[in-house]
Structures are given as C-alpha cells and as structure tokens.
DNA sequence: GGTTGACAGAGTAACAAAGTTTGTCAACTT
DNA sequence: AAGTTGACAAACTTTGTTACTCTGTCAACC
C-alpha cells in the first residue's frame, strides 16, 4: 500500500521493472483482474515470480504501481491536449475530448468495464471513492488553465459536473461521437463559468451559493 | 414479466393489491432487496403468501409492480413540476430540481444505494439497460414540453445528457443542495438548447451532426 | 375473495476437503 | 548486483456435500 519506492536499498533496473508493469497490464487486459495471478504476470514478463518480488512488495503494491502508471499516462496526455488554446472553451473542449478518446481507446479499462462491470463501476461512480475526486482535480486544473480568475464556487460546481458525465461516458459509451459530445459540452459550459454572477439566473427556486 | 393485468378472470380488489404492493416497498425498504421473501411481504401486509399469489403470478412480478409503481409516481411527479411555466429554462429547472429532490428523498432507492450497491449502481448506469432509456424518455418529454419545436439532434443529446447526470446525482449526492444543481444545470443547457444552430461553435475539431 | 396446511422442486447457506496463490526462505548462477 | 530455482507455510478459492429455506402450486375449507 505504499505510494513509492519499494526498492530494497540502491534503484533497481528502471527497464525491469517496467518490463513487469507493462506485463501487467497486458495479462490482465487478456485475462481480467480476478483472475490474474502474479505468476501469470512473471511469466508474460519473461521472469520468475520471485524476481518480481524483488520489484513490488505484494500484488497490491504491483496493481497500485499499473493504476499509477495508466492514470498519469492518461492526465498528462489531457493537460497537454488541453494546452495551448487562446479561448477557454477550445481548452476546455480539448480537454474533453482528449478524455473521452483516451478512455474509450484504453484497452484494459475497455475490457473490465465489458467484463468485470459488477467490481469495477462502483469503484468508479462512488462519490467517496478515489476515482472520482482525482478525476474532478485534473478537470479543475484543466478548467484553471483556461480561465486562472474563475470564481472557486463555478469552478468547483463545473468540475463536479464534467467529472460525472467523463465517468458516465466512460462506463457507457455515447451514440454520438467523442468529437460531438465535447463540443456540445464545452459550449455548453463555457458560457456559465466565464459569466461572473454566482448564479446565471434567478429563477423562482430558492439559491444557496 | 408481464406489464399488466395478472388477475384471474373478473379483478380483485385493488385496495389488497395496493395494500401488497405498499408491503412489498416497505419491507424493501427495511429489509433489502437480496433476502426480501415473499412471506415476509405477506405478513407485511397482513395476508397469507396463498392470497398474495392470487394478486401477483410471481415474486418477479410482485417486484416488477412496485417498480412501475414507483417510477410512475415518480415520473408524474417530475411532468407535474416542470408544468405551467412559460420560459424553458424554468420548466426544465423546476424538472430537474423535482427529480433530484424524489431521489434522494426516496427511501427505497436510497437504502439500496447504500446497502446494496454492487448490485443496483451497474443497472442504474449501463447504457444499454431500461433505467438509463425510461428516464431519457421523460427527460425528452420534459424539454419538448418548454419547447415542442426543438431540433430532434439537440434534444437527443441534451436529453442523454441530463440523464447521465440525473443517475449520477442519484448514486452518489452532490455537495450542492439540490436547488444549486437544478439552477446551473438548466441555466448552462438552456442556451444551448434554445438555438438554432445544430452546434453552438464552430471550433477547431470536426463535428459530425 | 379469502384462509389454511401440505408439498415437490429450486435455490441458498454452511462447511469441510482439495487445490491455488501469496509472500518469504535459503542456496545457487551470471 | 540482479536474477534464478525450488521449497514452504499461511491465506485464499474452488468444489462437492449436506441441510436448510423459499417458491410456486395443490386441494379442501370459510
């Protein structure tokens, strides 16, 4: 359960232990996670199980290591998606788009979520758990790149707001394409967080800011 | 798995099925849904399980009919509220508000969200299921409802959005109050939905309509 | 329209035996 | 220093068995 650096004293060969991450990921996207056992995994990597002890601590410190690895992957590859636009609604659309790609074409997620839907969708919709609010950071952070001088109330209620429409589309695909969604989102949205008012419109029902 | 009608020949008295079906909700309720026995529901409703199978041909079908109920009541409910307003966007927030307020106050679905969510949460939020299609149904009623002459391609797309948002609410709360969320949400869609362009910006990424 | 009690078959719980898998050793190779 | 092998107890799964509860239907009765 520890975050990093379970090497016995100097640095292991950096190669090696990705040898097994990557071997990792690759059997449990044939063989599912329930069924994954780290000799399966030691053996894809062209090693012996003992060996991969030497590099990961327990199988959860391994399976912790491969989430690590695939999520950073993932938030790099939006932010730097999300980068670089003048307007905040490109960024943000960007952003989005590059999202939902990168979760429809990732194969393991692809295959536990077609598989292994029972373990796997609470753990991702689960207000509490830790999907949901790592995912609603990177969005806030992608939202910040656009626009650094939005009010905190907007910010935090539009990332609440992307964050479970991602996991929605992640967990059941749309009919309409990743391109369509994101457009249709970020203009949706972009509005309302550029506008200052806390609330965009007093209607009949009561606010709380 | 019949929708209607499992009565006998002329109809039972339908204070005895409603007394049923009022037992059945309540011992879901206190008991859960996996050791829910239909004894249990007889005794509830203070009748013999014989007498029960007289009203209904199977648990199945006991089950089934407290669902219709249910969400009946519950779809009434949201076209009632969204009723009577001249503007969209006061229709579709009085909709949205009237639905999350019936979920999270609705005793059933809110144990079972809690108590037994393995089961429940990949039913509520699977694409292909009935819960996510029945509900878009009523979210589509309820937009055309502030706006009969709305292009068929923003109100499939909003309509699909809005549920994935609804489920979500729905599985996990939000922190916002209720009204908070109706409020931006109607007041970031509306504009969309009420212009005539099939997409709002014409950005840097390709659309397909 | 309602009640009771009885009953076969389906489904579930409990549990022990058999089999995997995990995590750790010490001894050995390159 | 990094890796290999085989051996091993403890933890966990799987499998098969048995006992139980629940479902759905019966016929006889108010």
Redesign the pocket.
């Known amino acids: 359960m520890e975050p990093l650096a379970p090497l016995?004293a100097?640095?292991?060969?950096r190669s090696?232990r990705d040898q097994i991450l990557n071997a990792a990921l690759t059997t449990a996207t044939t063989h599912g996670i329930s069924?994954?056992?780290?000799?399966d995994v030691a053996k894809a990597a062209?090693?012996?199980?003992?060996?991969l002890?030497?590099?990961f601590?327990?199988?959860?410190d391994l399976i912790a290591a491969v989430v690590v690895q695939e999520t950073s992957t993932l938030i790099e590859q939006v932010i730097r998606a999300a980068s670089g636009f003048d307007s905040p609604q490109d960024s943000l659309e960007a952003g989005f788009l590059a999202a939902l790609i990168a979760l429809r074409e990732h194969p393991l997620l692809d295959q536990l979520v077609r598989t292994e839907p029972d373990a796997l969708i609470p753990l991702l919709t689960t207000g509490g758990g830790p999907v949901m609010s790592q995912v609603r950071g990177v969005v806030e952070l992608v939202i910040l790149m656009g626009q650094p001088e939005i009010d905190s109330g907007h910010l935090r209620r539009t990332a609440d707001l992307l964050t479970r429409l991602l996991i929605s589309y992640a967990v059941s695909a749309p009919d309409d394409s990743p391109e369509v969604i994101a457009n249709f989102v970020a203009a949706s949205l972009t509005p309302v967080l550029t506008a200052n008012q806390p609330t965009p419109k007093i209607s009949n029902t009561e606010v709380q800011p």
């Open positions: 016995p100097e640095s292991l060969t090696t069924r994954l056992s780290v000799g062209g090693l012996s199980r003992q060996t002890y030497r590099h601590t327990s199988k959860d």
